[in-house]
């Protein structure tokens, strides 16, 4: 924990396990750390990534308005669900997608929940893939060239991730809903 603080506290990248997949993150505020993501995973910059928060306090922050619909999709959810949100605030410009949106999850426990809550700001959770690539289902999958390519891996065994991306839901401010990923 403590290396992986340090590590996002001077602007690096990690692989870690968050509550669906592994993933590449950085301090989602700091926008030099979140271009080195995208160098490294070869991705187009308009391609947007997912921050993950430790509450909905923390949410708030960083969404000028969070539909009230939002709050009962966290509770109710049987499995890691990201919502896109219209109007980020606070966050990396080069995170926030051109029309403003931005894709959130409320991470509720494990190894990313006590880091970002010991980080106390929103982290990027990207998949640990080069862009195009099939998403890895493991550690073992993950190609050389993102092992390589992060300040440091978080020695935990695959068993702290549920081994699925998350469901992901845009919730307009207009009631709008759309269903991204399933």
């Avoid at 340090?6 to 989602?28: E, F, M, Q, R």
């Avoid at 050389?144 to 699925?164: F, N, Q, S």
């Amino acid at each position: 924990m403590e290396k992986a603080l340090d590590v996002l506290k001077k602007g690096g990248l990690l692989l870690y396990p968050t509550d669906t997949v592994w993933g590449i993150g950085c301090d989602a505020t700091n926008a030099a750390a979140v271009a080195r993501i995208y160098q490294l995973k070869q991705r187009e910059e308009s391609k947007a990534m997912i921050c993950l928060v430790s509450d909905e306090r923390m949410l708030e922050r960083y969404v000028q308005q969070v539909p009230d619909a939002a709050y009962d999709l966290i509770a109710c959810s049987d499995r890691p669900t990201t919502i896109v949100y219209d109007e980020a605030l606070g966050l990396a410009e080069n995170l926030i997608a051109p029309d403003r949106t931005i894709a959130i999850r409320v991470v509720q426990s494990g190894f990313a929940h006590e880091l970002i809550k010991k980080f106390r700001k929103p982290l990027v959770s990207t998949s640990a893939n080069i862009s195009g690539s099939p998403t890895p289902r493991n550690r073992a999958e993950i190609s050389k060239a993102i092992l390589e390519g992060v300040d440091y891996v978080v020695p935990l065994p695959d068993t702290t991730t549920a081994g699925r991306p998350s469901l992901i839901i845009q919730l307009k401010n207009n009631g709008e809903v759309n269903i991204l990923r399933n």
